[in-house]
T-cell receptor, first 111, second 113 residues
């Protein structure tokens, strides 16, 4: 079946540190991959996506590369800010109309 | 352009009652999806409606149902509430194509006592 596994949180970093949040997936076929972010008290917002192998999604300094050989889609940012504190969800869409989410990783950035 | 609007924002019910949640999608969006978010299970897909028809359904019991109106607004109903139904219920809309960006509302926080 289809599933997404994310690293457990919380991830705690100082401002300007390098961020990596690991995400691996299991899927049949060739799914699209996404990172969503949820700020406190809000719904989810799409952060970035990649629709095929070796695609790199990027937005607001965040990047993730679709790695078919390792079935991974790790989220990275070179220098985090306090305002990046949120919960990050990795998700896949197996070319149907639903998203399958990971459990989410809470990021806490301190000044 | 207004975003996805969910009402009410908070709801408290007791076991055995039923509840109806409402979602107004972004203007022009014909697809509405519902997700349940709990600390233990994370985000789980409930169902999706497109042009008043259920297009996809997750693995939830029949107590969970939904519908979509001709103006694309959607309602979700949960009957015979259980304690485990306490969750944040999120609605998302998009214009309709597969893999299109989903726009999420802020959710309805349901507490079942």
């Amino acid at each position: 079946g289809n599933s997404v596994t994310q690293m457990e949180g919380p991830v705690t970093l100082s401002e300007e540190a390098f961020l990596t949040i690991n995400c691996t997936y299991t899927a049949t076929g060739y799914p699209s991959l996404f990172w969503y972010v949820q700020y406190p008290g809000e719904g989810l917002q799409l952060l970035l996506k990649a629709t095929k192998a070796d695609d790199k999604g990027s937005n607001k300094g965040f990047e993730a590369t679709y790695r078919k050989e390792t079935t991974s889609f790790h989220l990275e940012k070179g220098s985090v800010q306090v305002s990046d504190s949120a919960v990050y969800f990795c998700a896949l869409s197996p070319n149907t109309d639903k998203l399958i989410f990971g459990t989410g990783t809470r990021l806490q950035v301190f000044p | 352009k207004a975003g996805v609007t969910q009402t009410p924002r908070y709801l408290i019910k007791t076991r055995g009652q039923q509840v109806t949640l409402s979602c107004s999608p972004i203007s022009g969006h014909r697809s509405v999806s519902w997700y349940q978010q709990t600390p233990g299970q994370g985000l789980q897909f409930l169902f999706e409606y497109f042009s008043e028809t259920q297009r996809n359904k997750g693995n939830f019991p029949g107590r969970f149902s939904g519908r979509q109106f001709s103006n694309s607004r959607s309602e979700m109903n949960v009957s015979t509430l259980e304690l485990g139904d306490s969750a944040l219920y999120l609605c998302a809309s998009r214009t309709g194509g597969v893999n299109e960006k989903l726009f999420f509302g802020s959710g309805t926080q349901l507490s079942v006592l």
